[in-house]
């Protein structure tokens, strides 16, 4: 995490210095809809837009935590904890919906990260079944094993296309990494191998797939790309500032992706897409995150666009760098 952190800060640095924050140009569009308060959630590195339950969002810790998923609520209150059993938290860095092999909500983890770029020859993904009723439960979870083509690698993006349910990993590296497709049929009693198909920007740290999977999204720290096809991009958007940007979903309507970050008492946003790549899904009457955009009367469209915000949190990340660097510097001596 120091390290990412790091990067983090390095990049807003060089912005700060040498042009306005991209996600500048959103303007009044982008509004925090909720914000984690639970102390249990200081890491928040994956999110998943309920299929079940309208309005819950489902996300995890990083590194060092139990293997749990929370179910968050629309006020950002944790509702349930949902404990893989038999699994094994690593370095969680994704989480994506999909279904399991009878066509049932499920929800897909990813064991994927690997700090050390290398150092692991395999990788795990763990697939739940996503509760009818939420409520505290230990649900057993069913684990893949996986494993590149081209040699082990770092990854935080872990896509599921909901026509096919096929699993894509896209790796983080910072001179750009790849686009990786799983198998078509996982199996539980091998490794599955992950075949590279297209190329994507460098450091990436999360990506979803539309609810109808007419387009896909990947997300770095300050920018996300859309794509109708892996290597086929058709837009890009800004995002907000944010402590550690590390997940992105798809509202369940569709028009809009939510972003979250982690550190403690971490913000979900709601940016807008660009009409052109909003994809046809039927709007819906539910005003929760989880699903459609908000009205003008709707609380969260009334809190305060990220245009202030950017403009305390850049000047926050240029102070936190110049301070890792004295910092770095010092060590040195």
């Known amino acids: 995490m120091w390290s990412r952190l790091v990067t983090v800060l ?17 303007g009044d569009r982008a509004r925090v809809v909720l914000t984690i308060r639970d102390p249990r959630v200081t890491e928040s590195s994956g999110l998943a837009a309920s299929v079940l339950h309208p309005g819950v969002l489902y996300t995890h810790n990083d590194s060092g935590d139990a293997p749990r998923v929370f179910a968050i609520g629309p006020d950002g209150g944790v ?14 860095e994704a989480m994506a ?8 909500p499920a929800l897909f983890v990813g064991d994927i990260g690997d700090n050390l770029h290398g150092a692991w020859p395999s990788v795990s993904v763990y697939r739940v079944p996503e509760p009818s009723t939420l409520r505290d439960a230990t649900v057993a979870a069913t684990r893949y094993r996986l494993r590149y083509a081209d040699g082990a690698r770092d990854a935080e993006a872990l896509l599921v296309d909901p026509r096919t349910n096929r699993l ?19 199996r539980t009693d091998r490794v599955n191998v992950l075949h590279r198909v297209a190329s994507v920007p460098p ?75 909003a994809p046809k899904a039927p709007a819906t009457s539910s005003r929760s995150p989880g699903m459609q955009a908000p009205e003008r009367t709707d609380p969260a469209a009334s809190g305060p666009s990220h245009r202030g915000r950017d403009a305390a949190a850049l000047l926050a990340a240029v102070g936190g760098a110049a301070l890792l660097a004295a910092v770095a510097r010092r060590r040195r001596r």
């Open 10 to 26: 390095t990049v807003l640095a060089g912005i700060a210095v040498g042009t306005a924050a991209p996600a500048l140009a959103l």
């Open 79 to 92: 509702l349930a904890v949902l404990t893989l059993g038999g699994a094994s938290a690593r370095d969680w």
């Open 97 to 104: 919906a999909g279904r399991d092999d009878a066509g049932r």
């Open 168 to 186: 894509y990993v896209a790796t983080k590296e910072d001179g750009g990494g790849g686009l990786y497709r799983a198998p078509a049929r996982l």
């Open 203 to 277: 450091t990436i740290t999360d990506g979803a797939f539309s609810p109808d999977g007419r387009t896909f999204v990947l997300r770095g720290y300050l920018d996300a790309h859309v794509y109708s096809a892996p290597g086929r991009e058709v837009a890009s958007l800004d995002l907000p500032l944010q402590f550690q940007g590390e997940s992105i979903t798809y509202t369940r309507d569709g028009k809009d992706v939510l972003v979250g970050s982690e550190g403690a008492g971490s913000e979900v946003w709601r940016v807008p897409l660009p009409a052109a790549v």
